[in-house]
T-cell receptor, first 114, second 115 residues
């Protein structure tokens, strides 16, 4: 079956540091890949997505590139801020319509210290 | 504003009682989903519905039931058969359709605590 593996936290960084959160996946077909962000006590917000190999998703300074050869979708940001502190969840949808739901990683708790 | 609403935000129930969580969307989406989130386990799919009057079990449907009588509403009932119901419940919706690369949009969640 499908699965998503991401580094578990918490990950603690200083403000303005470079961020990488690793995400690798297992799927039988050609999934779409997503990063969601979750702030304390809230639902999930879509951060970025990529639908095919070599696509790069980007939003709010975050980037992730769909790497089929390494089955990865690592999240990066060049300079993090305290406001980036949240849980980040990597997910995939294998069927095009997403009708069977998303498969999520366990989430990575990111803490940015001033 | 278009979006997904879940109510209530916090819900407390006694063990053995059924409880229904509300999810409403005004995005005109065909597909709706229910997930459960537990610490350290990520999100797991409970039920989903691609169209009105139709729904399918997800990975952890035991002890839950749903209905989809209207396009904008997808309530989830946590029954007394659910062995460990305390969790954070998230509802989502997407445009739907088997050929689209869908993005799911999430509600703010309901935290259910069974005492």
């Amino acid at each position: 079956g499908n699965s998503v593996t991401q580094m578990e936290g918490p990950v603690t960084l200083s403000e303005e540091a470079f961020l990488t959160i690793n995400c690798t996946y297992t799927a039988t077909g050609y999934p779409s890949l997503f990063w969601y962000v979750q702030y304390p006590g809230e639902g999930l917000q879509l951060l970025l997505k990529a639908t095919k190999a070599d696509d790069k998703g980007s939003n709010k300074g975050f980037e992730a590139t769909y790497r089929k050869e390494t089955t990865s979708f690592h999240l990066e940001k060049g300079s993090v801020q305290v406001s980036d502190s949240a849980v980040y969840l990597c997910a995939l949808s294998e069927k095009g319509g997403g009708a069977d739901g998303l498969t999520f990683g366990k989430g990575t708790h990111l803490i940015i210290q001033p | 504003d278009g979006g997904i609403t879940q109510s209530p935000k916090y819900l407390f129930r006694k063990e053995g009682q059924n409880v229904t969580l509300s999810c409403e969307q005004n995005l005109n989406h065909d597909a709706m989903y229910w997930y459960r989130q537990d610490p350290g386990q990520g999100l797991r799919l409970i039920y989903y519905s691609q169209i009105v009057n139709d729904f399918q079990k997800g990975d952890i449907a035991e002890g839950y039931s749903v209905s989809r009588e209207k396009k904008e509403s997808f309530p989830l009932t946590v029954t007394s058969a659910q062995k460990n119901p305390t969790a954070f419940y998230l509802c989502a919706s997407s445009v739907g359709g088997a050929l689209s690369t869908d993005t799911q949009y999430f509600g703010p969640g309901t935290r259910l605590t069974v005492l």
